[in-house]
């Protein structure tokens, strides 16, 4: 099968881009060789120079070598004009050829020359494919360096945002301290009040014991008096059977004392009526658990499965949130979720097991992605402990605090939407995550109270 080649010309103005780009490389390139490549030339000029004067030369030597043997052969004929011609003629062949032999040397030294210049350019090239691999490392290590470069941004830009949080937990909790010191005031005056109450409440328990315990010891006397009024009338039925007459009949006397026993007993106490209970069948008590082990470093505050069961959390007074993988029966330590300032309080997941959120003695909320296991997300504005935090369908979490108050949060505007005064401390929280439209928190006064949301 053919491959077809797609053939693109290319416009004038990229041909020119093109040209200038081969020119300005070729000037580049050439620079450091410009004076040595001048200088080579120089010499192959001169080369060539003292070659055609060799040549030049080598000719004269020939035509004066050919006149002076002529002139040797014509000599017995000829006179002393012919001789001191010969004579010039040999100090002409013999100045030629020391000529001649400079001009050897001198094309010697161009030659040592020009083998000197191209060893220099050899090198000179060598030194340029050094420098151009060096130049390439040098680029590589540039990306590398810009890869890295790119990921530290990435790094600074996290711990940006999670200074930024910081700095946020950190602004809440000065509210909180300075609301806190309010509290303990008010606190350590109604703290006053209390033990005042609770003293005068225990002085007057004192006195109800106190009379119990008269009404007691009365019973305690009637009953002997009973028994021996008893004992006492049993031995006049027997003296008076012995006698034959029965004219003694205490049984009034007996029922003014259980009169009298009631009403003392009915001033202090309630009576008991007999209730039928429900019989239990069978009990069954766990002496031994199937597995255990230390999972945290203080006491463990929460615990909490996720939907599937898959996943179990932990939380403890170590400040730390631990993700098991659960299989078995048994739990592997996947992960542990940092980030709180205080104890963990209450756990919980979203239906689909992919984030976790957790409330804490610091009076904030965080949120976890299961996934990549960081902290999104704190959700501070309660000026207590947050006991109990719960996740709700469209993205938002209800949580409830010893500040007596309940607080909506919505997750992608990352703010408190609602706040719900409630008039006693939350100690726990119930949603239908699946429709979202009924909360149940229990409270420190004995109640539990319904909210609908909507």
Not at 145 to 150: S, T
Not at 230 to 256: C, I, M, T, W
Not at 424 to 450: M, P, Q, W, Y
Request: hydrophobic fraction near 35%.
């Amino acid at each position: 099968m053919a491959t077809e080649v797609l053939k693109i010309r290319p416009s004038g103005a990229d041909t020119q881009r093109v040209l200038v780009a081969l020119r300005e490389r070729t000037i580049r390139e050439s620079q450091p060789y410009k004076e040595l490549i001048t200088s080579h030339a120089k010499l192959i000029e001169s080369n060539d120079t003292l070659r055609r004067k060799q040549r030049e030369l080598e000719l004269d030597v020939n035509d004066l070598q050919q006149n002076l043997t002529n002139l040797t052969v014509d000599s017995p004929i000829r006179g002393k004009a012919d001789s001191r011609k010969e004579a010039s003629l040999q100090q002409r062949l013999m100045a030629v050829k020391e000529e001649m032999n400079q001009a050897i040397s001198r094309e010697k030294e161009s030659l040592n020359k020009v083998v000197q210049s191209r060893d220099e350019v050899d090198r000179m090239k060598a030194e340029q494919d050094t420098r151009e691999q060096e130049l390439t490392r040098l680029r590589e290590n540039k990306q590398d360096l810009q890869d890295k470069l790119r990921l530290r941004e990435i790094e600074r830009e996290e711990v940006s945002r999670i200074n930024q949080t910081m700095n946020d937990e950190y602004q809440a909790l000065q509210m909180t301290c300075t609301s806190l010191e309010d509290k303990l005031r008010q606190l350590q005056k109604d703290n006053q009040d209390l033990i005042t109450r609770w003293m005068d409440v225990k002085s007057r328990d004192a006195d109800r014991i106190n009379t119990m315990n008269e009404t007691e010891n009365k019973m305690r006397s009637l009953a002997q008096e009973n028994e021996l009024l008893k004992s006492s009338l049993d031995r006049s039925q027997a003296v008076s059977r012995s006698n034959g007459s029965n004219e003694y009949k205490p049984q009034n006397f007996l029922e003014n004392i259980k009169v009298r026993a009631f009403s003392i007993s009915s001033k202090s106490m309630t009576p008991v009526t007999q209730l039928e209970m429900p019989l239990c069948q069978a009990a069954f008590v766990p002496v031994k658990p199937s597995y255990k082990w230390d999972a945290h470093d203080g006491c463990v505050t929460a615990i909490q499965f996720s939907p599937t069961g898959h996943l179990m959390a932990t939380g403890g007074d170590d400040k730390h949130v631990k993700l098991w993988d659960v299989a078995e029966g048994r739990a592997q330590l996947r992960s542990t979720l940092r980030g709180a300032n205080a104890g963990i309080l209450c756990i919980d997941f979203d239906s689909q097991e992919k984030h976790l959120i957790a409330s804490s003695a610091d009076f904030a909320c965080r949120y976890w992605s299961t996934a990549d296991l960081r902290l999104k997300l704190s959700l501070t504005g309660h000026t207590n402990k947050a006991m109990a935090v719960r996740f709700m369908p469209d993205s938002k979490v209800i949580s409830g605090s010893h500040d007596r108050t309940l607080k909506l949060w919505d997750l992608r505007s990352r703010a408190c939407i609602r706040t719900i005064f409630v008039g006693s401390s939350c100690n726990d929280l119930v949603t239908g995550e699946s429709s979202g439209n009924s909360i149940i928190s229990g409270h420190a006064d004995k109640k539990i109270r319904f909210w609908d949301p909507r």
